[in-house]
Nanobody, 117 residues
Framework: QVQLVESGGGLVQAGGSLRLSCTAS????????MGWYRQAPGERRELVAQ???????DYADSVKGRFTVSRDNAKNTVYLQMNSLKPEDTAGYYC???????????WGQGTQVTVSS
């Protein structure tokens, strides 16, 4: 039921930075976990980073120390700060709202991140 709108993707050179935003149509306080996933062509969609309503974060090993997930409850928005980008970070990035109850989970439309060498 929640609508997720993503922004911030684009083309960047290796070593550069991007900040992705995911804005929900409802209060994210009611959503247990907000996460960022990515999927490159021919590959499985994988978890990049997530943050719970209590502020607990989790990251894929490949992005630890480079990416930071945060949330602004007042703006109903979750961010993914991406620093020191590498060509292997190139993928479609998707926001996910996971209620972790009967309401299930919902996906954003995705935004493309392309990192050139």
């Amino acid at each position: 039921q929640v609508q997720l709108v993503e922004s911030g993707g684009g083309l960047v050179q290796a070593g550069g930075s991007l900040r992705l935003s995911c804005t929900a149509s409802t209060s994210i306080v009611s959503i247990n976990t907000m996460g960022w996933y990515r999927q490159a062509p021919g590959e499985r969609r994988e978890l990049v980073a997530q943050i719970t309503s209590g502020g607990v974060t989790d990251y894929a090993d490949s992005v630890k120390g480079r990416f930071t997930v945060s949330r602004d409850n007042a703006k109903n928005t979750v961010y993914l700060q991406m620093n020191s980008l590498k060509p292997e970070d190139t993928a479609g990035y998707y926001c996910r709202a996971n209620y972790r109850d009967w309401r299930g989970s919902y996906w954003g439309q995705g935004t493309q991140v392309t990192v050139s060498s």
